[in-house]
C-alpha cells in the first residue's frame, strides 16, 4: 500500500506559540488553509470537534469548496445529533463534497468537555453509545429499505434515507486507547486513528487492534499523528524544538494552564505521558517536550530532525503497517507548506522504493 498523508484545518490562525488572532470564524483562512493541504499534496485533513468552537460540517463544507482534490476528515462525536439525522448530514456532505468525506467518530475522554454540550454518561458508557450510534448510522447510509433498530441508547422504526453518499462506503476512523474503545473500533472503524507513541507502543497497539478486529472477521487500518519540526540541519532542528517548547511553557503560563493537574482521563493521554515520563527523546528522534507540557491532552508528540530523518521515522511507523499519517506544525499554515515541498514527497518515494524492493 501507498503511504497517506492527513493534515488538520482550523477556522483561524491559532497554535501552542502563536497566540489566535482575528475573527474566530476566517473564512479567508480557512480557504487558505485547505488550498495549501492540497497544494502541498496532502490526501485529507481533519476538521476537530470541540464543545465551544464552530460547527464542523459548515467549515469542511466551505473548505471542500475551496478544493478539488482533497479529501476530508470530519470529527464527530456521538450523542448530540440522532444517528439517522447524522447519516443524513454525512452523506449529504459527502454528495456536496464529490465523494470527498470520511468522518472521525470520537466518542469523548473527557466528562468535563462532554457535559459542556449537555453529555453525563461516564466513559464506559459514551463507548456503549456510540456501538449503537455505528450501528444505526451505518444501516442508514447503506439500507436501500426501512429497518427497525432497538438498542441500548437508540430505538429506531422504519428508519430510512434517501440520500446516499456518493462513495459506495463511507469510510470511518475511531479513535480511543481504552479496551472499550478497541471493542467498537474492531466491531466499526475502517481505520484506527493513535497518537504518536513510540515504536514499541504503537506496534503493541496495532497487534491488538488487529486482533480484535479479527474476532469479528474484519481487518482495519491505522493513522498515526505527529507533530514534525523539521530545519536543514540535525541541530537546527532541535534548536527550533526547544524553542517551541520554552514559547509554548510561556503562552500555557500566561493562560493559567494547569498543566496536567489534575491527571488526563484518557487511556490516550495516559500512554502519552507516560512516554514523556520515559524520556524527552525517544527511539531515533522522537520528543516528548510538548506532550509533557499539554500532558498528553492531544496529539502533542514530535519527530525532529531533517526532512530525510524525520522521513525515516515516519518509514518505521508504516513498516508496522501503519500506512496513514496525520501531520500538522506548530506554525500551522507555513509548516504546511515546508512538509510540502521535502518531506511528503520524499517520504513517497522511499515508500515506493521500498515496494519495488519487495516485490523483487
Known sequence: MSIQFLGMIGHRLASEIIPASGPLFNKQ?????????????????????WSDQPDGFLVTAHAAAQ????????????GFVSPTLAARKLATLDQLTDGRLAVHIISGGNDAEQRRDGDFLDKIQRYERTDDFLSVLRQSLSSEQPYDYHGQYYQVEQAFSAVKPRQSRLPIYFGGSSPEAINVAARHADVFALWGEPLAGAAETVRTVRAAAARHGRQIGFNISFRPIIAATEKEAWEKAEYIRETARQKLLESGHDFGLPKPQSVGAQRLMAAANEGERLDKNLWTGIAKLVAGGYNSTALVGTADQVSDALLDYYDLGIESILIR????????????KELLPLTREKVAARRVARSA
Do not use: M, W
Open 29 to 49: 483562512y480557512i480557504a487558505d488553509f485547505a488550498c495549501a493541504h492540497e497544494q502541498a499534496g496532502f490526501d485529507r485533513v481533519l476538521v476537530g470537534y
Open 329 to 340: 506544525g506548530f506554525d500551522p499554515l507555513n509548516d504546511v507548506v515546508e512538509y510540502g
Open 67 to 78: 478544493t478539488s482534490t482533497l479529501k476530508f476528515l470530519l470529527a464527530h462525536r456521538p
